[in-house]
């Protein structure tokens, strides 16, 4: 367990006399050296001679020697590649840029080289069935026989494999195998309407498609088996539909013309395949909003996310092996690809499925408190829904696992800073991060090394 931080938010202190830039939360001086920020530092200093006495200073050169830093991340997270690159980038141009060229290795590799026994790989949480511990040594098992029965469907690296299906481990199953085959991954919410799955859908050229057969939501059942069976008609390029009983056990393929169930890819004894793949090779496609005009579909890379993701999850999110990230996400916001990033530190990842309201706006605190998570995060609005309800979680619930909360999707206000500090946790820390969908990460991430401020970001 990390040290304990110096909070600066005082006893009788109430949130309405919290102001913009008021000092609340500082990492002790034993905290900022036991963070792996601080960690790379050194490793920087040892191993390549860059010293530097203040993380702007690191951030100045990681933006000035673009080649210099992005090399010395390959050499500091050990990336395993089947051939190594010939160069770091070829030229400073955008659009363009190649980035670690002659570069052979997969996404998939990586998620699974922090495998443990000590600690689950998946933890899942939904509204509609019981509470899964999902171990490495599983995930590693269906993943491989999921892969293996995409291959016997005939799909081959650079093929698009889509998915509509929540934010449980069925859907981190299917991904992963995708990845492993260097086959596209794609994935909207089953909550979208059929216009805006097909909007996506159609323009990639979809050849499988992963669906379920509905879910619940605030108490409610919600069944898609109408919407999947317009969706199969409506993509002309779809081979094959497999299909998750998820809200009724017992369902079946119904009026599917090339369906099968998630069961019948399960249970193959073969060994997870790993295709090696270009760098630059896509992993997945993820959308624009759309609002003007057709959703853009935006590509990102096996190495370019392999890299940014330990980068952001390591580096700025302090995440090792054994924390537990849960983040409030629906398998079609780009938290959510972030949240699949937990596994290549080897920290565990923590699935929730329904209305993070309901039954109450504490039940995803409990939630948080029940699995033990060590970084929880959601959007701003969650967090200014909670302290409009008058909620205090720290009060409520078994707080003393949570390390660190995100929030994002909109700004952070001052007022949420300090319900979070005086109704959540008193020592935490609180990372405001910016991002967006086009570079798959944050623009604007937490640091282990620095304070928290009201309303600012750090």
């Given at each position: ?177 995708c990845a492993s085959l260097g086959a596209v991954w794609s994935s909207c919410s089953p909550d979208m309407g059929l216009g805006a799955v097909i909007d996506r859908f159609k323009q990639i ?51 599917l013309q090339n369906g099968c169930l998630w069961p019948s890819l399960l249970g193959r004894a073969a060994p997870l395949a790993l295709e090696q793949v270009d760098f630059q090779h896509p ?157 798959a990460t944050g623009f604007v991430g937490g640091c282990p090394l620095r304070p928290v401020t009201a309303g600012e970001m750090q």
């Amino acid at each position: 367990m990390r040290t304990k931080a110096i909070p600066f938010l005082r006893a009788e202190e109430t949130v309405a006399e919290i102001t913009e830039g008021a000092a609340l939360w500082e990492p002790s001086p034993e905290r900022r050296e036991q963070s792996q920020m601080a960690g790379y530092m050194r490793w920087l200093a040892e191993e390549q001679g860059l010293r530097f006495d203040s993380y702007e200073a690191l951030w100045q050169w990681s933006v000035t020697e673009l080649e210099a830093f992005w090399a010395s991340l390959w050499a500091y997270f050990a990336i395993r590649a089947s051939t190594p690159y010939t160069r770091v980038l070829d030229e400073r141009k955008m659009p363009g840029a190649r980035w670690f060229e002659g570069a052979k290795l997969n996404y998939a590799e990586h998620a699974f080289r922090h495998a443990s026994s000590a600690h689950p790989a998946i933890i899942a949480l939904s509204e509609i069935r019981p509470r899964q511990e999902i171990s490495w040594a599983s995930l590693r098992a269906d993943v491989a026989s999921v892969a293996a029965a995409l291959r016997d469907m005939g799909v081959k690296p650079g093929d698009r494999v889509v998915s509509c299906m929540p934010n449980i481990p069925e859907t981190m199953v299917a991904f992963l195998a995708c990845a492993s085959l260097g086959a596209v991954w794609s994935s909207c919410s089953p909550d979208m309407g059929l216009g805006a799955v097909i909007d996506r859908f159609k323009q990639i050229g979809a050849k499988v498609l992963f669906a379920v057969d509905g879910y619940g939501y605030g108490g409610r059942a919600f069944d898609r088996r109408p919407m999947i069976e317009e969706l199969e008609r409506a993509l002309p390029t779809l081979e094959r539909v497999v299909l998750l009983p998820y809200l009724d056990s017992g369902a079946g393929i119904g009026s599917l013309q090339n369906g099968c169930l998630w069961p019948s890819l399960l249970g193959r004894a073969a060994p997870l395949a790993l295709e090696q793949v270009d760098f630059q090779h896509p992993l997945w496609i993820v959308y624009s909003s759309g609002t003007s005009g057709l959703p853009k579909a935006m590509v990102h890379g096996h190495g370019g996310i392999v890299l940014e993701h330990l980068k952001l999850m390591t580096l700025h999110m302090d995440l090792r092996p054994g924390d537990r990230l849960c983040w409030m996400t629906t398998s079609g916001w780009i938290m959510w690809n972030l949240l699949a990033a937990a596994l290549l530190g080897g920290a565990t990842a923590v699935l929730f499925d329904g209305n993070p309201l309901h039954p109450d706006p504490g039940a995803l605190w409990r939630a948080v408190a029940e699995t033990r998570t060590t970084c929880f995060g959601a959007g701003a609005a969650f967090f200014n829904a909670c302290m409009k309800a008058d909620l205090e979680p720290g009060q409520a619930v078994d707080l003393s696992a949570l390390e660190q909360i995100g929030s994002t999707g909109s700004p952070l206000s001052v007022e949420n800073f300090g319900w979070i500090y005086r109704a959540v946790k008193r020592d935490v820390w609180v990372a405001a991060i910016s991002g967006g969908t086009d570079p798959a990460t944050g623009f604007v991430g937490g640091c282990p090394l620095r304070p928290v401020t009201a309303g600012e970001m750090q």
